[in-house]
């Protein structure tokens, strides 16, 4: 499979992650009308690819206009907090985009001075919010006889109110990590990856691949690397063999503090790389599979085993985080990768399980860690090699995909 880098998503704080959470469930706000000095209580919510922010609405005049109840994030230009109005009123105003009709209020209506009513911020600005709409933008001058352009209208935008603090605090985290992941692509360079190793995957930065999985950049930059050198993935024994310590400890060193990491990584040999990888996965603090663990402990009580186990494993992934599961994908696609190059570098389906299961499968079982008992953490070994083989038994006959992380595909253990 051909990869690129795409887009480079910066890394979400906490309260930008429980904000987005937020409004994909549904946020409570006050919403201004954009042609009265009305308001009215609704619910935002945030579509799942994240593009659109729509509300609900039950009032006559909306049911007369058909009024589209939502805005795009890419027509937004600018967020703005803070209750005291501009000189011209900022108004939802129907545009094209919006629907058929256009008109505004007038500027000399007093909306969002007194428009709120008893839902009036009063003392309390900072919980106002206002998505300024590209239509905002002026017109620009007559190229023919430079005439000025003609004086802006009220901005087209969508303002809300906040119902308290906290719920404020995570839509400004949100809609300005939103905002700013819409960005230009940034170049996957060494501040991107740097401090990967050993951080949440909530913390780390991630790239757009061409399946459309968002996994850590540090996990494709190794790959993109692995790919370019002589041997890569036709290493005899990749991923089995290990590389030199001291080889390893200066690569993992120089990515991680960001010391010329992109030419570390051109330097570094195939089963560096490979280790590197398998090191990344080991690192992270929370375990991949631990919130879906009592689930896959059942299916294994359940005593089945092979490709129909691992059709089963597939369904769980929408309970892991969505960067976990992301890279659980991601890691069953670099297994084809391998053993598609089995006839040069004598690593099979077998194989490879073998050398990922311990660190793709971290969490899915109990691995003994406060008894210490030599018999458990044996079981806990073989029980991991058993999922991860199933599993990727599963990805061979029908590759996993990006739909698998959400729920959304069809299961091919009921076919």
């Not at 890394?11 to 009265?36: D, N």
């Not at 922010?53 to 009032?59: A, D, R, V």
């Not at 597939?314 to 391998?338: F, I, K, Q, T, Y």
Request: negative net charge; hydrophobic residues 45%.
């Amino acid at each position: 499979m051909e990869r690129r880098r795409s887009v480079l998503k910066p890394p979400r704080s906490t309260a930008a992650a429980e904000g987005v959470a937020m409004l994909k469930r549904g946020a409570a706000a006050i919403k201004f009308s954009r042609a009265s000095d009305k308001s009215h209580p609704t619910t935002f919510r945030l579509s799942e690819d994240e593009r659109v922010l729509s509300w609900e609405g039950s009032t006559l005049s909306k049911v007369l206009t058909r009024e589209k109840r939502e805005v795009a994030l890419a027509d937004v230009i600018e967020l703005e907090v803070g209750a005291d109005p501009p000189p011209d009123p900022l108004a939802l105003q129907r545009t094209a985009a919006f629907g058929p009709r256009a008109h505004h209020v007038d500027s000399a209506s007093p909306s969002f001075r007194t428009s709120a009513g008893r839902h009036s911020s009063g003392g309390e600005p900072h919980r106002m919010l206002t998505l300024v709409l590209i239509g905002s933008l002026p017109a620009p001058p007559s190229l023919n006889d430079g005439a000025a352009a003609p004086a802006a209208p009220p901005r087209d935008s969508l303002r809300l109110q906040c119902l308290d603090d906290k719920s404020a605090a995570l839509w400004r985290a949100a809609l300005r990590a939103l905002l700013e992941e819409r960005q230009p692509p940034s170049p996957l360079g060494p501040a991107a990856i740097a401090g990967s190793f050993g951080a949440p995957l909530d913390e780390v930065a991630l790239v757009d691949t061409p399946s459309g999985l968002l996994v850590p950049g540090v996990l494709e930059a190794l790959l993109l690397a692995l790919q370019a050198d002589a041997e890569g993935l036709r290493a005899e024994g990749i991923f089995r063999v290990s590389a030199l310590e001291s080889e390893l400890v200066e690569a993992r060193r120089r990515v991680q503090e960001a010391d010329e990491s992109e030419k570390a990584l051109a330097q570094a040999s195939a089963h560096c790389l490979a280790s590197l990888i398998k090191a990344y996965l080991r690192e992270l603090p929370l375990e991949i599979w631990w919130p879906a663990r009592e689930q896959v402990i059942a299916l294994l009580a359940d005593g089945g085993g092979g490709v129909e186990l691992g059709h089963k494993l597939r369904e769980l992934l929408p309970s892991l985080s969505r960067r976990a599961s992301a890279v659980v994908v991601w890691v069953c696609d670099l297994m084809a990768e391998v053993i598609a190059q089995e006839a040069h570098n004598r690593m099979g389906l077998s194989a490879m399980t073998a050398v990922l299961a311990p660190v793709l499968m971290r969490g899915a079982v109990d691995e003994g860690e406060e008894t210490l008992d030599p018999r458990v953490q044996m079981t806990a070994a073989e029980d991991k090699i058993k999922l991860a083989g199933a599993l990727f038994q599963s990805h061979l006959e029908r590759p996993l995909t990006v739909a698998d992380t959400r729920g959304r595909s069809s299961s091919v253990a009921s076919a």
